[in-house]
Antibody, heavy 125, light 111 residues
């Protein structure tokens, strides 16, 4: 059973770069048919998709965050990572990594499963 | 302001049937399938329904989903206390070259 675990600093200073890593266990990140995503949840609020990466390195980002986001993958470590630059207090959130399954059955069907437990990142001086 | 619209709260008594709505547009729900996630207090979201009405293995058949046009619904029958959680709908949106959108979440209270 695939499991995901986020790791990284819980406190980042304004204007700096937020860096998180997601470690995948129980399966290979190089398995086809999956994208590896980052999603965040502001305190007490809803969910916001940040972007995804394929094991080949292809990426796709939320247009609203694209200018500040970089997602990378390290298949040798079965990990993928998130970098969010020029952070402000508005980037304070719980950050989740998740596996996105994509399949074609009378059209594209896609969903997130499983999710990591999430990690709170606070932006503050 | 979330792209998909959900009621902020819903409630029911044990054994009752409750429904949670999710309203979108032609670029998201109208064109793509809808997923539902359950978030128990202090935990990560968990997949509840995918592809409008499919239940992953292990999800009780008390949970069901449906979609019509640009709206979707989650129904929970035989409500139990452990169903008290936040519920989110999600769909791929074809605008701006494509991106995921979520509902703002519905907090379900079991009275």
């Amino acid at each position: 059973q695939v499991q995901l675990q986020e790791s990284g600093p819980g406190l980042v200073k304004p204007s700096q770069t937020l860096s998180l890593t997601c470690t995948v266990s129980g399966g290979s990140i190089s398995s086809g048919g999956y994208y590896w995503s980052w999603i965040r949840q502001h305190p007490g609020k809803g969910l916001e998709w940040i972007g995804y990466i394929y094991y080949s390195g292809s990426t796709y980002y939320n247009p609203s965050l694209k200018s500040r986001v970089t997602i990378s993958v390290d298949t040798s470590k079965n990990q993928f990572s998130l970098k969010l630059s020029s952070v402000t207090a508005a980037d304070t959130a719980v950050y989740y990594c998740a596996r996105e399954r994509i399949t074609m059955v009378r059209g594209v069907i896609r969903w997130f499963d499983p999710w990591g437990q999430g990690t709170l990142v606070t932006v503050s001086s | 302001q979330s792209v998909l619209t959900q009621p902020p709260s819903a409630s029911g008594t044990p054994g009752q049937r409750v429904t949670i709505s999710c309203s979108g547009s032609s670029s998201n729900i109208g064109s793509n399938t809808v997923n539902w996630y359950q978030q128990l207090p202090g935990t990560a979201p968990k997949l509840l329904i995918y592809s409008n009405n499919q239940r992953p293995s292990g999800v009780p058949d008390r949970f069901s989903g449906s979609k019509s046009g640009t709206s979707a619904s989650l129904a929970i029958s035989g409500l139990q206390s452990e169903d008290e959680a936040d519920y989110y709908c999600a769909a791929w949106d074809d605008s701006l070259n494509g991106h995921w959108v979520f509902g703002g979440g519905t907090k379900l209270t079991v009275l």
